[in-house]
């Protein structure tokens, strides 16, 4: 039985993810930053834990070594760890290096460090699925006006490209889902609420089926990409959106 790690289980899009693969019939190990939150986010999933800064390398070898220890080489990873880290939109001057910086180590350095650490064991058994969660921000300007976030989803979007250039030989398929607008933690309910009733009906006004995603809607994507019929697929970004691209 394969394994599955998952990423960002307390933003609410990965834990849907974990117990998706779980219910695929996946062996399902999940991470995320240390703290109360993750622990009742994995108390809730009933799966093997490991909390780690993602963000930093030497976190992530020795979560990657843990992993290993215990259950086996994951051969799938699912980078779900990201967001705004608390952040709103604030004018680009006024945009401090600390907060850019945590925003690209929680979105775009974490999806690398883990590939770094798991492409050798995924190269050696021939085979692997890494899938990203980026956004319709990586797309385009992102509704949140936060420049650190819009920049790290690209950023997140390209390096899924470069991957699957790279480890694809070794078949290894790296690809990304792009969620639109779901309503999964505090972040998004937060914006959500900002927009007010006339904003709230507009951005539905737009989505082709119109009602915003759940999170259950992201995972079923992850699955597919993660499963057998998604075999010769890398190197793209499916967008989930209702239509909204």
């Known amino acids: 039985m394969t394994l599955a790690l998952v990423t ?9 993810i974990a117990r998706r693969l779980a219910d695929d019939g996946f062996d399902v190990v999940v991470s ?6 993750f622990d009742d986010a994995a108390a809730a999933l009933g799966l093997p834990a490991y909390a780690a800064d993602l963000g930093r390398r030497a976190d992530v070898e020795r979560l990657v070594a843990a992993i290993t220890q215990a259950q086996g080489a994951p051969g799938v990873l699912v980078n779900s760890a990201g967001g705004v880290c608390g952040q709103v939109h604030q004018a680009v001057d006024k945009v401090s290096e600390e907060d850019w910086r945590a925003v690209f180590a929680a979105n775009t350095d974490s999806a ?6 798991l492409a050798p064991a995924m190269r050696a058994q021939g085979s692997g699925r890494i899938v990203t969660i980026s956004s319709g921000a990586g797309l385009k300007p992102s509704l949140t006006g936060i420049q650190a976030y819009t920049a790290a989803k690209h950023a997140l979007v390209g390096l899924t490209r470069q991957l699957a250039l790279e480890l694809g ?17 505090d ?5 959500w609420d900002s927009y007010g009733e006339a904003g709230q009906q507009a951005m539905v006004g737009r989505i082709h089926l119109r009602r915003l995603g759940q999170p259950e809607d992201i995972a079923g994507a992850v699955s597919f990409l993660a499963g057998a019929d998604a075999a010769w697929i890398t190197g793209q970004v499916l967008c989930v959106d209702g239509g909204h691209t």
């Open 187 to 191: 972040a998004t309910r937060r914006q």
């Open 32 to 37: 995320d930053r240390p703290g109360t939150a």
């Open 169 to 185: 030989p070794a078949g290894i398929t790296v690809n990304s889902v792009a969620p639109g607008f779901v309503l999964s933690n």
């Open 112 to 117: 690398f460090f883990l590939a770094q650490a």
């Open 8 to 16: 960002g289980i307390v933003g609410g899009i990965g834990a849907a």
